[in-house]
């Protein structure tokens, strides 16, 4: 599969799991559209805007990984927290919570992909 960013249409979502705020949000694999035989479930861009979060959330039967493309946040991972900023990687396994709140002044941008 292949996937060209400036063909993927992208729209605003607010309070991603009830965090404040919202993003523009570029699904490459939308939730509930995932291919058949695939493991993965979503994978997005996500440009969360200044000040706003991915409120905490469990992962149960899947697994998700954020890649910072720019911008910087903190990231939650269970109860630790870590500063992030372009090319960290954060990992939440099967039974772990997370959340993702953009602390800089300008979008912190970031792959989102959801994996059984």
Do not use: C, W
């Not at 400036?6 to 291919?35: C, D, H, M, V």
């Not at 493991?39 to 991915?54: C, G, N, S, T, Y």
């Not at 959330?57 to 927290?81: L, M, P, Q, R, W």
């Amino acid at each position: 599969m292949f996937f060209k960013f400036s063909e993927t249409k992208g729209f605003r979502r607010e309070g991603l799991q009830n965090g404040p705020g919202g993003a523009l949000y570029y699904p490459f694999i939308a939730i509930g559209e995932k291919p058949q035989g695939s493991h993965f479930k979503m994978i997005a861009r996500i440009e969360l805007d200044p000040k706003a979060a991915v409120g905490e959330h469990e992962h149960k039967g899947d697994e998700e990984v954020y890649f910072v493309v720019s911008g910087h946040g903190v990231f939650t991972d269970d109860d630790k927290k870590y500063e992030v900023g372009p090319g960290d990687v954060m990992v939440t396994l099967d039974g772990h919570r997370h959340s993702l709140k953009n602390t800089g002044e300008e979008p912190l941008v970031f792959m989102a992909i959801i994996a059984e």
